[in-house]
């Protein structure tokens, strides 16, 4: 009897408490709030934000250098070097015996000349370039930079710009010593002459049967090349960074867009997909990658540095405007409306509207009524409670802030 008066009394108790609450919290103007309980919340912070469009590509030589052989005033006699075989500068080429001495004069010092007229062309490119570059302040920020100097972007680019152009002058120098040496050599009546390799590199092909070009020599230097399709090739822009990685060494290393076909690579059809070939420079120059390598290649799009970063699934998309939720200090819950930017790979960038610091809700659409003004509540964070601070405080502010956590009620 005992015990089914105290389980009548017990469940009585219950209902009336529940019912009590149930009717504070639907009464109109009850002073009872509603409080909407947070599961996953975290401060707006900042990062950078890469949009890549990742392709296939192949390593292969950045440049190759035809020798062309004219039969007009001579007569081929013998190659001194074999395909596969790798040369320098002034490495002899082959030979051939003159049959004109006057007319092979005078197409050498032709040549001679044209080359001169175009290493005055070059000299005068370093020169602009190196007035562009005392242009320049010692630092400055991307909007800062000068007008004249937003292809090249940085110091370094024009630096690198200007060791390229001197790197070909040099080759046009060496090419000029070796036709200078068949001159002499016709001056002295000799009627077999040589010729020698202006530049480093591998030969790639040799025409026995003495069809032009003579020779091919692939550089030594290498780039990667890949195919975009008609809607990639639309993104792809001369200058933008990529990221490269070797299929063999699991190396990623930073590259360069420095060409951008604008031509497919075959004769466009009707039946079939247009593809337009792009070549990227390797940044760092001491690698391990040879032609005919296979690599996975990232150009990067669009880039936001320092950008404020928050996932898509903590921005309400209310067209015309989007908003986040965030977490005041006086406890409650604000809808703000906020500007986006970039978006990749489920993280988006906040323009304006939220400062960084600023907690924000993570999953707003999980949180059932949901509320501007809102009182809010969340999960004790542990990770956040350091044995070593409880310690520091006095015993009646523990007890304290704990009473407030369990009883406070605005």
Not at 70 to 75: A, I, R, T
């Amino acid at each position: 009897m005992n015990k089914r008066k105290v389980l009548y009394t017990g469940l009585t108790l219950s209902l009336l408490f529940v019912g009590t609450n149930a009717y504070l919290i639907e009464k109109a103007k009850s002073k009872v709030d509603r409080e909407v309980r947070i599961e996953e919340w975290q401060p707006a912070e900042k990062d950078d934000l890469q949009k890549e469009l990742p392709k296939s590509g192949v390593v292969t030589s950045a440049d190759e250098i035809y020798l062309y052989f004219n039969d007009e005033f001579g007569s081929f006699k013998k190659f001194l070097v074999k395909e596969g075989d790798e040369v320098k500068a002034g490495t002899p080429l082959y030979e051939y015996e003159v049959t004109d001495f006057t007319g092979q004069k005078d197409v050498l010092e032709s040549e001679v000349d044209q080359l001169e007229d175009e290493i005055d062309s070059i000299e005068d490119n370093i020169s602009d370039l190196e007035r562009l570059e005392g242009t320049l302040p010692s630092s400055y920020d991307e909007e800062e930079m000068p007008l004249e100097a937003t292809a090249l972007e940085t110091e370094y680019d024009i630096k690198k710009e200007i060791a390229s152009r001197e790197l070909e002058m040099d080759r046009l120098e060496n090419k000029i010593d070796s036709l200078e040496r068949q001159i002499s050599d016709l001056e002295s009546y000799e009627t077999t002459l040589t010729v020698e390799s202006s530049g480093d590199g591998i030969i790639k092909e040799l025409s026995h049967a003495v069809q032009n070009p003579l020779i091919t020599i692939a550089s030594t230097s290498t780039i990667v090349t890949t195919d975009l399709t008609e809607k990639e090739i639309m993104e792809v822009e001369e200058n933008m960074n990529a990221k490269v990685q070797s299929e063999v060494e699991k190396k990623t290393q930073k590259g360069l867009v420095t060409d951008v076909s604008s031509l497919p690579k075959r004769d466009p059809h009707l039946e079939t997909d247009s593809m337009y070939p792009v070549e990227i420079k390797l940044q760092d120059e001491e690698n391990n990658l040879l032609p005919g390598h296979h690599v996975l290649v990232s150009v990067i799009t669009d880039e936001v540095k320092n950008a404020l970063v928050v996932p898509v699934t903590s921005v309400e998309n209310s067209s015309p405007k989007k908003h986040i939720w965030v977490l005041t200090d006086k406890g409650d819950v604000k809808k703000r409306t906020v500007e986006t930017g970039l978006q990749v790979d489920g993280q988006i960038q906040i323009k304006s509207g939220v400062k960084a610091g600023e907690y924000y809700i993570v999953n707003p659409g999980e949180v059932p009524a949901l509320r501007s003004g809102a009182s809010f509540i969340t999960a004790l964070d542990w990770d956040q409670i350091k044995l070593r601070d409880l310690k520091k405080m006095d015993r009646p502010d523990v007890l304290e802030n704990l009473l407030l956590g369990i009883l406070e009620r605005k």
